[in-house]
């Protein structure tokens, strides 16, 4: 009996490891824009910078873990809300369209041509991937008012603007250079 409790907590704890050992954070890279970014959550939408922008009313830096079956992005907050269930990150990948990434949260539905499934990460890159077409990795970074800070979008095929970025979402974080 006490053996066989024993080894039931170390099953779990190496369960609990495993998990843990899957969150990531993303980090953006492209021409342009400041190397290494992180992605954060604010109000509904995946943005990358340095700092929360003032004009939204909730911004928080997440970690992101893959649901079970593998091909969500489950965000976990890293910092206090008020969140009853964890955003799931989705793309608009109809054709043509060029909007922002966003997340839904368990009781609220994506808009219309956004599918929150088809995520993942190759060799640390998040990709995603339509039932019909191969990996694809179409991150815009679209900058807002405020310095170093973007809004994520999904290129579908839609019209970039000017000073629109392609950006690739990395696990790596960047190097601190000391100057
Ligand atoms: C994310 O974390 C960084 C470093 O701790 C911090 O400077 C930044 O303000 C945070 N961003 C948000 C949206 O909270
Ligand atoms: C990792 O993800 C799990 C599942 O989404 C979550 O419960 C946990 O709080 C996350 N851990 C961190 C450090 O973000
Ligand atoms: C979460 O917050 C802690 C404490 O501020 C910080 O050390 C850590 O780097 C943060 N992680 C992420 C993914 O923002
Ligand atoms: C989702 O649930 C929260 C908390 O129960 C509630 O405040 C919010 O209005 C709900 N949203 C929708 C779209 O039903
Ligand atoms: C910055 O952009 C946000 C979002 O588009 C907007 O709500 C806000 O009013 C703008 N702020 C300024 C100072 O233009």
Known sequence: MLYQLYLVTVLVACVDSVVSAQNFSLYA???GITSGLQLFYGDGQAYVGTSAPSFLSQAVNI????SDDGTEFVASPNGTVDWTSQPTMYVDTTDGAMNAVGFVAGNETAPDGATVTGFGLYGGWAFHRDDSSSIEMKFIASPTNETDVYLVKWNAGGTKSADDVAIALRT???V???S
Not at 63 to 66: D, G, Q, V
């Open 29 to 31: 890279y492209g021409t």
């Open 63 to 66: 970690t992101l873990s893959k």
């Open 172 to 174: 790596m974080a960047p």
């Open 176 to 178: 601190a250079i000391s």
